[in-house]
């Protein structure tokens, strides 16, 4: 039988992370014992100390444990924490290096969206790859660049240490988990009694590119803000760079190094959440929306949606323009 922690930290804890993962896995424990007369699971609530309070003062958890009542645990689950990441982990000093020893003991870590930021503190994801909330993702890098930070994925696996993209993202964590413990068919099992799309295991398509404008070089933001108003224009880096009275090499080595993207990538970056919001609408049309926002070679159009979305236009077309409809 595996010992679960699922983690009440200080903070904004999320405390749908935390019951949703207790529901999940509870629900896979009843029905496995159904079947094989004995539990996988033995969950249970841990925390700094009985009760645990969220910050706001929305919740309250009664742990079962506290951290230092914790001998053995096989698996820590860590919940987000909504708050400003630095604040987090400096509320969590105790927590994070319970973390880190309960690992050197054996322990694997499955942390959830912006969760990742504690367990990257930790310092066992260094060298590693992992993912996060979509939107927090460039933070995550910064904070800790010896991180391999894969924001496309929904689920990284790694040495004992789990991660998941952003928000409900972690109940595909917990499904997996469901299934390395368990099997594939108490895994899919709970997966139709949650109704929980197994497999699942990219989050490119739920993105939506923001800008990256958390920088202070004034002639980059300049050259954003161009790009940002004429997208659908056949821009010019060469003639871009000479406007700002520079040179390409130099514009691109200050745009790279404020956004993490070269001016084009940008550039296609901004033109595709265009080609999103557009073929959301009910009545799209996919090739009126690869002229409007700048393409008119069909085939380059859909390599670049496929590259930054990871499924073809026509696709993202069916699946969230059908959800519109349907509302």
């Known amino acids: 039988m595996k010992h679960i922690s699922i ?11 935390i019951a949703g993962t207790f529901q999940i896995l509870n ?7 159904q079947q094989a007369r004995k539990r996988l699971f033995e969950i249970e609530f841990v925390g700094h100390h009985k009760p645990s309070n969220d910050s706001n003062g929305f919740f309250s958890v009664m742990p079962s444990k506290t951290l230092d009542q914790v001998e053995k645990t096989d698996l820590i689950v860590v919940p987000a924490v909504h708050e400003d990441h630095a604040k987090a ?4 000093e105790k927590v994070i290096s319970w973390i880190r020893q309960q690992y050197t003991n054996g322990a694997e870590i499955a942390a959830y969206c912006i969760g990742v930021f504690l367990l990257a503190e930790t310092g066992l994801l260094n060298g590693k790859t992992c993912s996060t909330h979509w939107g927090e993702a460039v933070h995550l890098q910064e904070m800790f660049p010896e991180i391999k930070v894969q924001s496309e994925k929904i689920i990284t696996e790694c040495e ?21 413990y368990g099997g594939r068919e108490l895994a899919i099992l709970t997966a139709k009694a949650f109704m929980i799309d ?4 990219d989050q490119s398509l739920f993105a939506m590119f923001i800008g990256q404008k ?9 050259v954003q803000e161009m790009i940002e108003k004429d997208f659908k224009e ?18 691109e080595r200050r745009f790279r190094a404020a956004t993490g993207n070269s001016v084009i990538q940008y550039l296609q970056r901004v033109r595709i959440e265009s080609a999103k919001k557009l073929l959301e609408r009910e009545n799209s049309n996919i090739m009126d929306t690869m002229f409007l926002v700048g393409y008119s070679d069909s085939k380059a159009f859909r390599e670049v ?21 349907l509302g």
């Open 305 to 325: 949606f496929r590259k930054h979305v990871g499924i073809s236009p026509s696709e993202y077309r069916k699946k969230f323009a059908a959800a519109v409809s």
């Open 160 to 180: 004992g240490l789990y991660t998941s993209g952003g928000a409900y993202a972690f109940t595909n964590l917990a499904i997996y988990l469901i299934e390395k």
């Open 234 to 251: 056949q821009l010019n880096v060469e003639q871009i760079a000479r406007t700002k009275a520079t040179n390409r090499r130099t514009l």
């Open 214 to 222: 958390q920088h202070q070089d004034e002639m980059v933001l300049e």
């Open 27 to 33: 629900w896979a424990n009843d029905m496995f014992f």
């Open 198 to 201: 197994v497999d699942k295991n």
């Open 7 to 17: 983690l009440i930290p200080k903070g904004q804890f999320s405390i749908v992370n």
């Open 89 to 92: 982990i400096e509320m969590n």
